[in-house]
């Protein structure tokens, strides 16, 4: 789902010599009161009162609200012609007109060039944005465009939900092959645990018994899962019947030090740790197809790639490595993407996506879970020491409940509820 946005940089916003106060729409157009604006929705282009931020945010809970400190001062107060209780907040410059959001809606939404009329516009300041001063404008290219970004950009509040009650002793690696189905491995133990039914218990779960220490399991569909063993260089396909008991397994030799695992259109993508440090493509039977270790200018990509995953539209590998303290995301050519690396992320572990791209990374020793884009930018400290977070190891999103799961050196796991903030 797209999100509606101006950026409105800060000079625009708060450098004014006199800063008009905004009022709430809602309570203008249905009640005919003057009430001061608290927030301002990006999505409906609103000023919002208080009372209204909260029915607002409770009613759309996707749409994205700045708060006082941050909304746009707009000028625009004059009302539409045609829609008399719509103020004028818009220019098309494509049919050379103004319009309202009732306008814009019924007039203007097939075209491309619709510009919100926002507060200190080069050409406007100090006056009260009208049709006639507006008009006199030579350069409309100084308007600001409507923007569509991505809910992956959003910023996300995380709310404790409950502990699943499993000790977790060492570097884990965590995957849910459906909302209430969740795999864990430890490095530590020649087990592979499984909550078949969390919607019944989530401290009740089983174990396969595993010849070797594994390390990390990734989904390849409903009923399968790929497990990496560092110490005997295989991926270990396991098949499940419905009611999660193994029907079926198949070893891969892909090499020693086989470390991260991912899927992707009939391939396996797969890190390799210490002096090998690489990122290989391999087919199902364990051919290899790329391999991945070196920059465009010939430059070491990796130093301890431990965990990969997968983008939500399967064109980028983002690949941590926790001694370079970075996230590196890389095409399937093999081109460096973005890198993502902050003074905040310390010892980065499993990272997973959500359906529309964002990336949640575990900083181990940052104690904190970083939200980043699509394309590696910070987005927030989702998680940190103060939620209760200690050396996060392995991370699994739950794409049908919007629930963050969250394995801790020591600890249980931990489940956490999203929302946009």
């Given amino acids: ?9 800060a000079s625009f916003t708060q450098d004014s010599d006199e800063v008009q106060e905004m009022f709430c729409e809602h309570c203008d157009k249905h009640d005919k009161q003057y009430v001061p604006a608290e927030g301002f929705c990006v999505k409906c282009f609103e000023y919002l009162c208080g009372t209204c931020v909260k029915f607002h945010k ?5 749409h994205y609200i700045k708060d006082k400190d941050y909304m746009p001062q707009d000028f625009c107060i004059e009302k539409c012609s045609v829609h008399q209780d719509e103020l004028v907040k818009f220019y098309c410059q494509a049919c050379k007109k103004f319009a309202c959001t009732e306008c814009k809606t019924q007039d203007h939404w097939y075209c491309s060039m619709v510009s919100h009329l926002p507060a200190f516009v080069p050409g406007i300041e100090n006056s009260k944005a009208s049709e006639q001063n507006i008009t006199n404008l030579q ?6 465009t ?10 996300r509040t995380a709310s404790y939900h409950t502990d699943i009650k499993v000790s977790c002793c ?3 690696s965590l995957c ?9 491995t430890y490095f530590n133990s020649r087990k592979l645990i499984i909550f078949k039914d969390m919607s019944v218990s989530t401290s009740s779960y089983d174990t396969i018994d595993l010849s070797s220490r594994c390390w990390a399991v990734a989904k390849v569909d409903n009923i399968k899962v790929a497990v990496t063993f560092v110490e005997l260089g295989i991926i270990k396909l396991i098949t499940f019947s419905k009611c999660m008991t193994v029907t079926k397994t198949e070893d891969i030799k892909v090499g020693e030090g086989c470390r991260g695992v991912a899927y992707s259109n009939n391939k396996l993508i797969v890190s390799y740790i210490h002096y090998l440090a690489t990122v290989k493509i391999l087919d ?14 010939g430059n070491c990509l990796f130093v301890d790639p431990y965990y990969l995953t997968i983008s939500a539209d399967n064109t980028v590998i983002y690949v941590s490595d926790l001694r370079k303290n970075c996230v590196i995301g890389l095409t399937f050519d093999g081109n460096v993407k973005a890198i993502y690396k902050d003074d905040q992320l310390n010892k980065p572990c499993q990272l997973t996506v959500d359906r529309s791209g964002a990336v949640f990374l575990c900083g181990l020793w940052s104690h904190n879970i970083n939200q980043l884009s699509p394309d590696l930018t910070k987005v927030k400290i989702l998680l940190d020491k103060k939620q209760g977070i200690k050396s996060p190891a392995g991370v699994a999103y739950c ?4 629930r963050l799961y969250v394995s801790q050196c020591g600890d249980h796991i931990k489940v956490y509820e999203l929302s946009m903030e």
């Avoid at 789902?1 to 940089?9: E, G, H, L, V």
């Avoid at 350069?139 to 600001?144: E, I, P, Q, S, V």
């Avoid at 039977?285 to 465009?296: E, P, R, T, Y």
């Fill in 146 to 155: 409507y923007q569509e970004i991505h809910e992956s950009i959003i910023p």
């Fill in 139 to 144: 350069d409309y290219d100084k308007l600001f």
């Fill in 399 to 402: 794409q049908d409940k919007n």
């Fill in 58 to 62: 409770r009613l759309l809970v996707t």
């Fill in 170 to 172: 060492s570097y884990s």
């Fill in 176 to 184: 849910l092959l459906s909302e209430n189905c969740l795999l864990v």
């Fill in 284 to 297: 199902m039977s364990g051919k290899v197809l790329k391999i991945f270790d070196k920059d465009q200018h």
């Fill in 1 to 9: 789902m797209a999100y509606s946005r101006i950026d409105f940089s």
